[in-house]
């Protein structure tokens, strides 16, 4: 399994930028697809951005344009990039790794999550 901790998160004003990083342990990490979640209050955990272990990218169209998705192997990280930031994108934010090849939600390794918020 793979053990995963956030970093980054933290408070800014609407139209700032935020990144978050992920430092995967775990020999294997170079094979594993990793993606964001986030959930916000009330609301259900939506899938930010993945990437595989090729490098291809994936985002939620509410985030596209503005969020960048990145991995170095070597480091064993995992990053997304946040600019032009929303209120709507407040939200605890969670890595994952789809360790298994089975998928994210039901077999991932989950970290702790981080703390986003956006003032207006």
């Known amino acids: 399994q793979v053990q995963l901790v956030e970093s980054g998160g933290g408070l800014v004003q609407a139209g700032g930028s935020l990144r978050l990083s992920c430092l995967a342990s775990g020999s294997m990490f170079s094979t594993n697809a990793m993606a964001w979640y986030r959930q916000a209050p009330g609301k259900q955990r939506e899938l930010v951005a993945s990437i595989t272990n090729g490098g291809s990218t994936n985002y939620a169209d509410s985030v596209k344009g503005r969020f960048t998705i990145s991995r170095d192997n070597d480091k064993k990280t995992v990053s997304l990039q946040m600019n032009s930031l929303k209120p709507e994108d407040t939200a605890v934010y969670y890595c994952?790794?789809?360790?298994?090849?089975?998928?994210?939600?039901?077999?991932?390794?989950w970290g702790q999550g981080t703390q986003v918020t956006v003032s207006s």
């Open positions: 994952v790794a789809d360790w298994t090849g089975l998928g994210f939600e039901d077999f991932g390794s």
